[in-house]
């Protein structure tokens, strides 16, 4: 039950015990929510604290709200595990969901000082830019914005247009499967989380403000940059997870 002692607002709390059961699955996911009503007597709170959780719940990815028949638990997000590298198509597979990809943008510009420095190339240098979006049943859940060397560049948007035209579903990683005469032999990666702009939410169909996890690839050939990748999930359809050993303390 709520402590009505504590300092955290009692909405918090209830914000807590609603991702507390869709954890454990008391509330599964696509389940239905007990009503407004219902919810101020099972904790004993007025209907404006339970409106507030609701919707820092559904800010948060937790529930949503259908205009006139209620809320209900989103659906579960989207795994991946860090200590492997799976296709895009099956990552979303082993959730039941359909992928699709979509190029975005696709062109060749003079790289800006970042960019530049990350694929170790000069400023005034060129560089190719393809931006795909990623779907799960038709819905985006990914915004992958990739810079190469032209070099590189040229293979894989030759690619991307071949697996476009197929209806193929594909990260930048799929494509090096397909006839790329460079291939990356070792990925860096870097996470961190960040909030939607106006230029994220119109991607993928989020509100402003909506959190996004942002995973910053660099991936290399024999010590060579060859992609700089920033790619951009909805953060209440993916997660990542790791399983490591760790060291004996004693």
């Known amino acids: 039950m709520l402590d009505r002692a504590g300092g955290l607002p009692l909405y918090a709390q209830l914000v807590a015990t609603f991702r507390e059961r869709i954890e454990s699955a008391e509330w599964p996911a696509g389940g239905q929510l007990p009503s407004e009503r219902d919810l101020c007597s099972l904790f004993d709170v007025s209907r404006i604290t339970v409106r507030r959780a609701i919707d820092i719940a559904e800010k948060e990815g937790l529930v949503k709200r259908v205009h006139g028949v209620g809320t209900f638990v989103s659906d579960a997000r989207m795994e991946q595990a860090l200590d492997r590298v799976h296709s895009f198509e099956r990552t979303l597979a082993q959730r039941g969901l359909v992928a699709s990809t979509t190029i975005h ?100 169909a989020v509100p402003e403000g909506r959190p996004i996890l942002r995973v910053t690839s660099v991936m290399s050939r024999e010590g060579r940059p060859i992609e700089y990748r920033r790619a951009c999930y909805r953060g209440d359809r993916y997660r990542f997870s790791l399983d490591r050993a760790l060291p004996a303390f004693h």
């Open 105 to 204: 943008a696709m062109s060749v510009s003079v790289s800006d000082l970042a960019v530049a420095s990350v694929l170790r190339l000069e400023a005034s240098e060129p560089v190719t830019n393809l931006q795909l979006i990623g779907r799960g049943d038709d819905e985006p859940i990914v915004f992958y914005d990739s810079f190469f060397p032209t070099d590189v560049g040229a293979d894989v948007t030759a690619a991307a247009e071949r697996a476009g035209a197929a209806g193929v579903p594909f990260s930048t990683l799929d494509l090096y499967r397909d006839a790329v005469a460079t291939v990356p032999d070792r990925l860096e990666q870097a996470f961190e989380a960040i909030v939607a702009d106006r230029f994220l939410a119109g991607l993928l």
